[in-house]
Nanobody, 121 residues
């Protein structure tokens, strides 16, 4: 199983960026994104279950949109802020995660390498 994330980069505040994560090896019921900023704990960003149910970190609601195409998950990020600067990692689980379970790092079985997003002010 491999998860390959891409799309990070350096942008200015207010810009948009789209992250992609292509998973291979099996079909996943739930996929998500987490991020870790320098010196901070890893935090949940967004998740999507098979069937389309989505979950978001409060601070990104209305700015970020998660979507998927079978085994590729996307994170469309708009109105980026300097506080969005972090390494973003995708995660996947064969089963279905709903509610609080979808927000927890330990709920996921597979992880991709991170992609760095830097937002300058």
């Amino acid at each position: 199983v491999q998860l390959q994330a891409s799309g990070g980069g350096l942008v200015q505040a207010g810009d948009s960026l789209r992250l992609s994560c292509a998973a291979s090896g099996r079909t996943f019921g739930s996929m998500g994104w987490f991020r870790q900023a320098p010196g901070k704990e890893r935090e949940f960003v967004a998740a999507i279950a098979w069937g389309g149910r989505t979950y978001y970190l409060d601070s990104v609601k209305g700015r970020f949109t998660i979507s998927r195409d079978i085994n590729t998950v996307y994170l469309q990020m708009s109105s980026l802020k300097p506080e969005d600067t972090a390494v973003y990692s995708c995660a996947a689980k064969e089963g279905y995660l709903y509610g609080d379970a979808a927000l927890l790092y330990r709920s996921y079985n597979y992880w991709g390498q991170g992609t760095l997003v830097t937002v300058s002010s």
